[in-house]
């Protein structure tokens, strides 16, 4: 579904994303893990059209994308739920919703969408005419990926979904996620915390200066030494 060839990304004389080659199959749930400032959010940053590649390719079901811009790639069915969450916080809960929605023309459906997304967070429904801004963190975050939702994507990337967020409010959240790939949408998805981010997903990429360092399926990267010794605290692994 998706696919990355040789891409580079560059902030100034800083190159942030070195030759990264990777692809998302349809229906997988794939996560990119490592350090801070590995090139993680650059790479989905690049992806959406947020920055620019200066080498390499994008492909979307086989189409470049990499010369598109940002509202082009949503309307190809592909939403970014960024990291710290990036709610419009003057707007209410609804509004956020109906933002998600903008490339969206059936205004009926987008309304039984937001419904049907309220149905889901139970919280939000709660909540749906309070500005976002005064939202938990945790709420904010469920926002977020309910807001990403409202485009009818294929493919959801999310960014760092449990930045800053309470042990029961991160449980939950990959719980939604988990969910989301289950019910037939493509997740690619960064997070730090490589063990819950392994935990989760059918492949990884472990990125490092910009890098991709290895590659592998949940099990096996579970099982590598190093990555056990340098991501996972030296934990036992486990299938």
Known sequence: MLKLENVSVRYG???????????????????????????KSTTLRAISGLEPVREGRILFEGEPIHNAAPQDIIRLGIAHCP??????????????????AFCRYDRQSVSADIEQKLEMFPRLAERERQAAGTLSGGEQQMLAIAR???????????DEPSLGLAPNFVEQVFKLVSSICESGTTVLMVEQNAYAALDLCDRSY???????MLSGTAEEMLNNPDVRR????????TA
Do not use: C, D, H, W
Request: proline share 3%; net charge negative; glycine share 12%.
């Open 13 to 39: 004389a800083t190159e942030a994303v070195k030759n990264v080659s990777m692809e998302v199959k349809e229906g997988e749930f794939v996560t990119l893990i490592g350090a801070n400032g590995a090139g």
């Open 83 to 100: 990291e710290g969450r990036r709610v419009f916080p003057q707007l209410t809960v609804r509004e956020n919703l109906e933002m998600g």
């Open 148 to 158: 990403s939702l409202m485009s009818r994507p294929r493919l959801v990337m999310f």
């Open 206 to 212: 472990l990125l490092s200066t910009g890098e991709v």
């Open 230 to 237: 340098i991501y996972l605290g030296g934990e036992a692994a």
